[in-house]
C-alpha cells in the first residue's frame, strides 16, 4: 500500500473532495485524522473508514489557533506522529466586487489562508521536531492560476495559497518537507452546487448554461472534475518519494487552464 504507516490530518474531510480523499488514504495504509467542523458527521466519517485503529474524527475550526494546536496535538496522541497534511477546508460565496461585504472577505479568507496558515504551522512543527520528513498538500484550484468573475476573494485565496506552498517547498527543504497544491476544476460537491442557482441569479442566465457556458466552457469535454480525480491525484503527491516535487501544482480539470 502506497501510504502504508503514514499518518494524514485531513481538514475538511466530513464531506465532499476531503472525505474522498481521507477514505482513499485509508485503503492505502494510512491513519487518518478527519477534522472538520462538525465533530457529529467527523466521528461519523470515522467510524465508517474503520473506527480508532483507522481514522478519528476532531472538531476544528481552522482560522481557530488554540482547536489548530490541539487537533495536532490529540492527531499525535492517537497515532504518534504526522507524515502528511491536507489543507483542504474551503468555503465560497459568489457577488460582484463592489457589492461585496467586508466580513465575508474576511471569512472566506481566514478559512482558506488563515486555515492553511495555522494547519501548516502547526504540522511542521511536528515534522521538523522528529526529522521524519512529510508532505503538506493544499486544495488549491483553477482558480489559482485562473480569475472569475463574482469569485473575488476565492480567486485571492487561491492565488495566495500557490505562494504559501512555495515558501513551505523552500523552507521545509532542509527538514525533507515537500509542499505542494493540487488544482481542481468544478467539482460537483454541494459548495459548487450551491453556486448554480447563485450565478444564474447574478448572471441573468439559466441554471444549465452557468453549468455549460461558465463552469465547464473551457474543458476539452465538457465534464466535471470528480471527488476521485483530485483524491488520486493527492494520493500520487502524498505518495511521491522525493523532494524532486515540490513547490509544484497540479492541474485536475478536464483541460481548463492549460499551461
Known amino acids: 500500500m502506497l501510504l502504508d504507516n503514514k499518518v494524514a490530518i485531513v481538514t475538511g474531510a466530513a464531506s465532499g473532495i476531503g472525505l474522498e480523499i481521507a477514505a482513499l488514504f485509508v485503503r492505502e495504509g494510512a491513519r487518518v485524522t478527519i477534522a472538520d467542523q462538525d465533530q457529529e458527521r467527523a466521528n ?6 474503520g473506527g480508532h485503529e483507522h481514522a478519528i474524527g476532531i472538531a476544528v475550526d481552522v482560522t481557530n489557533e488554540a482547536e489548530v494546536e490541539a487537533c495536532v496535538a490529540k492527531t499525535v496522541a492517537a497515532f504518534g ?13 459568489v457577488a460582484p466586487l463592489h457589492e461585496f461585504e467586508f466580513d465575508r472577505w474576511k471569512q472566506l479568507l481566514a ?4 486555515g ?3 494547519t501548516t504551522r502547526a504540522c511542521l512543527r511536528e ?3 522528529h526529522c521524519r520528513g512529510g508532505s503538506i498538500i493544499y486544495m488549491g484550484s483553477v482558480h489559482s492560476k485562473e480569475a472569475s468573475m463574482l469569485k473575488g476573494p476565492y480567486v485571492t485565496a487561491k492565488h495566495g495559497i500557490m505562494g504559501l506552498a512555495k515558501v513551505v517547498a523552500k523552507e521545509g527543504a532542509a527538514h525533507g518537507v515537500r509542499a505542494n497544491v493540487i488544482c481542481p476544476g468544478f467539482v460537483r460537491t454541494p459548495l459548487v452546487d450551491k453556486q448554480i442557482p447563485e450565478q444564474a441569479k447574478e448572471l441573468g442566465i439559466s ?3 452557468v453549468i455549460r457556458n461558465v463552469m465547464l466552457k ?3 469535454d465538457g465534464e466535471f472534475t470528480t471527488v476521485e480525480d483530485v483524491a488520486q491525484t493527492t494520493l500520487f503527491v502524498a505518495a511521491f518519494r522525493s523532494n524532486a516535487l515540490t513547490g509544484q501544482s497540479i492541474v485536475v480539470s478536464h483541460g481548463w487552464g492549460m499551461q
Open 44 to 49: 461519523a466519517v470515522a467510524n465508517e473508514l
Open 81 to 93: 506522529k504526522i507524515d502528511i497534511l491536507v489543507s483542504n477546508a474551503g468555503i465560497q460565496t
Open 111 to 114: 478559512v482558506h489562508l488563515d
Open 116 to 118: 492553511a496558515f495555522l
Open 127 to 129: 515534522m521538523y521536531k
Open 207 to 209: 441554471e444549465k448554461d
Open 218 to 220: 473551457e474543458t476539452v
